[in-house]
């Protein structure tokens, strides 16, 4: 059974950092493209980050150079650092294992408010 478990959300000011963990079981993680994505209130699912299994990344241009995408294969684990936390960034982040197949976590809330 696929399992992506996210963690690491929650309420934080404005120029704030967090840091998302997304921890995997039943996939052969090192052999999958990983992603964040994001949903907002009101908004379309977005696009955040990709990681490939040659540690290549990707960011959305409205986080580039804020957040940081990166993968431990001995720990079947994906992170996103988050700095300079904007109000824009307030949403449910979720992870994303693709390969043959798209798989996808719960989601953990991230709240940029002061």
Not at 20 to 34: A, D, E, K, W
Not at 82 to 101: F, H, Q, V, W
Request: charged content about 15%.
């Amino acid at each position: 059974q696929v399992r992506l478990v996210e963690s690491g959300g929650g309420l934080v000011q404005p120029g704030g950092s967090l840091r998302l963990s997304c921890v995997t079981s039943g996939i052969t993680f090192n052999l999958y493209n990983m992603a964040w994505y994001r949903l907002a209130p009101g908004k379309e699912r977005e696009w955040v980050a990709t990681i490939t299994p040659g540690d290549s990344t990707t960011y959305a241009g409205s986080v580039k150079g804020r957040f940081t995408i990166s993968r431990d294969n001995a720990k079947n684990t994906m992170y996103l650092q988050m700095n300079t936390l904007k109000p824009e960034d307030t949403g449910i982040y979720y992870c994303n294992a693709r390969r043959t197949a798209n798989h996808w976590g719960q989601g953990t809330q991230v709240t940029v408010s002061a």
